[in-house]
Structure formats: structure tokens, C-alpha cells
């Protein structure tokens, strides 16, 4: 699958019971929600749909173009994203933007 454009931000909750927040878009969190009836995770929630194409944005969708695949249907886990400490800087602000913190 080529280049996502992300337009959400979700919830993500680990089989352990910790949560965390992640930008991305409806194939992702249909595949979240695939992962989760696998029991790879233990649930995904949307927190807010269409968030602005912002700049920040932008450089998080290249960070993680550059990084990471969309899963297949047939994913046998689920891999959370790592980000580095200068794309958080974009993270953190496409959360204040979308008043999520």
C-alpha cells in the first residue's frame, strides 16, 4: 500500500491493560480492530476523526511512511510504532492541535 494519509487519532489499548495514542487513519484502525479480535491488542477507540492536515501532520505521515507498511489482513501481531524524540515533537503537537493530551 502506498504513501497514508493519516485523518484520526486513536486509542489503543495493550493486552496489559496500558493505553496509548496514536495518529493514523480508517485502514489502520480497521486493522487495530482486526488485531484486537486477534487478541494481538486488547482494544482501539477512536478519539477524533478528521483532524487538520497540518504541517505537523505532514511530518509524522513521512516519518512513518518512511518506516513502517500497512499490516496485511493476515498479520500475525501487532507492531506499535516507535518514534524518536524529534518526530515527538510533531506527535505532541498534532495532539495539542486536536485537544488531546
Not at 498479520?75 to 524518536?84: I, L, S, Y
Amino acid at each position: 500500500m502506498g504513501q497514508q494519509t493519516f485523518t484520526l487519532i486513536e486509542e489503543i489499548t495493550r493486552n496489559d491493560g496500558s493505553k496509548y495514542t496514536e495518529i493514523a487513519n480508517m485502514i489502520m484502525n480497521g486493522r487495530a480492530e482486526l488485531a484486537a479480535e486477534c487478541h494481538f491488542i486488547k482494544e482501539v477507540r477512536i478519539l477524533q476523526l478528521n483532524i487538520p492536515h497540518s504541517a505537523h501532520v505532514v511530518n509524522y505521515e513521512d516519518y512513518i511512511n518512511e518506516r513502517y507498511q500497512v499490516p496485511e489482513e493476515d498479520m500475525d501481531h501487532w507492531e506499535e510504532w516507535k518514534k524518536d524524540d524529534k518526530i515527538m515533537t510533531d506527535f505532541n503537537a498534532v495532539l495539542k492541535e486536536n485537544h488531546i493530551s
